[in-house]
C-alpha cells in the first residue's frame, strides 16, 4: 500500500486531497501547523470509516521539524511514495507596503516549504527509484495578481522548481508536477468580501468558483499516471486559457 503525505492537510484543499486518497487505499499522514482541531476531526472521521491515516504537527519550512515528519512517516507506514506539497498562506497587500519579514515569510511558507519537504523525501524515492511529487501552486502563479505580488512570486517559483525538477529526477522514475488551482471556495479567501468573489466568478467562462474537491481528482489522477512529469495543470474554469 503506498504511503503519501499531504502538508498543510487539515482543512480546505488539503483536507480534500487526504479525503480521496484515503478512500482510495493509501496509507496518509496529515501534516498541520496550527490546525490541530481540523487535523483531529479529519482523522477521526476517517479512521471511524477504516481508512488509514495519522496526523503530524510540524512547520514545513523547518528542516528539523520535517525531518521529525518524515522519521514518524516511515516508522509508522514505510517508505514515503507520494508528497503532496499543499501547505502556504496568502495575504493582500500593495507592493509599496510589502515589509521585509512579509516577503521572506511568504517566500519561506510557500517556497523554501517545497524545497525542504522535497529534498527529504527524496531520500525513499530514490533509493526505490521511484515516486510522486504534486506542488500545489496557484493560477497567480502564471498570471500574477495585484494586491499579491509575493504571493504570485513564491507560486511562480513553484512552478519553475517542478519544470526542473522534473528533468533531473525523469530517470529516477520520480515524476514531478504541479496544480495550479483558480479561485477555489476554500477558507484562504475568507477575507474576500461576496461582493468581490461575484466579479471573480463574472469573469470565469464557467460562471462558477471551483470546490477543493476538482483539485483532488486532479491529484489522484497525476498519482495514478505513469508518463505524466513536468507539467503546470491550471484548474479554473477557463479563467485562464
Not at 96 to 103: L, N
Not at 157 to 182: H, M, Q, W, Y
Not at 207 to 227: F, M, R, S, T
Request: proline share 1%.
Amino acid at each position: 500500500m503506498n504511503t503519501v503525505i499531504v502538508t498543510g492537510g487539515a482543512k480546505g484543499i488539503g483536507s480534500s486531497i487526504v479525503r480521496s486518497l484515503a478512500k482510495n487505499g493509501y496509507n496518509v499522514v496529515i501534516n498541520y501547523k496550527t490546525s490541530q482541531d481540523e487535523a483531529d476531526r479529519l482523522k477521526k472521521e476517517l479512521i471511524n470509516e477504516n481508512y488509514n491515516v495519522e496526523i503530524f504537527k510540524a512547520d514545513v519550512s523547518n528542516r528539523k521539524e520535517v525531518q521529525k515528519l518524515i522519521e514518524f512517516t516511515n516508522k509508522k507506514y514505510g517508505d514515503i511514495d507520494i508528497l503532496i506539497n499543499n501547505a502556504g498562506i496568502s495575504q493582500i497587500k500593495m507592493f509599496t507596503d510589502i515589509t521585509d519579514y512579509d516577503w521572506s515569510n511568504m517566500l519561506n511558507n510557500n517556497l523554501n516549504s517545497v524545497f525542504i519537504m522535497t529534498q527529504e523525501v527524496l531520500k525513499d524515492m530514490l533509493k526505490n527509484k521511484r515516486g510522486c511529487i504534486i506542488n500545489i501552486s496557484s493560477i497567480d502563479g502564471l498570471t500574477g495578481a495585484a494586491l499579491e505580488v509575493h504571493y504570485s512570486a513564491s507560486k511562480a517559483a513553484i512552478d519553475g522548481l517542478t519544470k526542473a525538477l522534473a528533468k533531473e529526477l525523469a530517470l529516477s522514475n520520480i515524476r514531478v508536477n504541479s496544480i495550479a488551482p483558480g479561485a477555489i471556495d476554500t477558507s484562504m479567501n475568507k477575507n474576500i468580501s461576496k461582493e468581490d468573489m461575484e466579479v471573480v466568478r463574472s469573469e470565469i467562462p464557467m460562471n462558477k468558483i471551483g470546490k477543493p474537491e476538482d483539485i483532488a481528482k486532479c491529484v489522484k489522477w497525476l498519482v495514478e499516471d505513469e508518463y505524466t512529469t513536468g507539467q503546470i495543470i491550471s484548474i479554473n474554469g477557463g479563467w485562464y486559457i
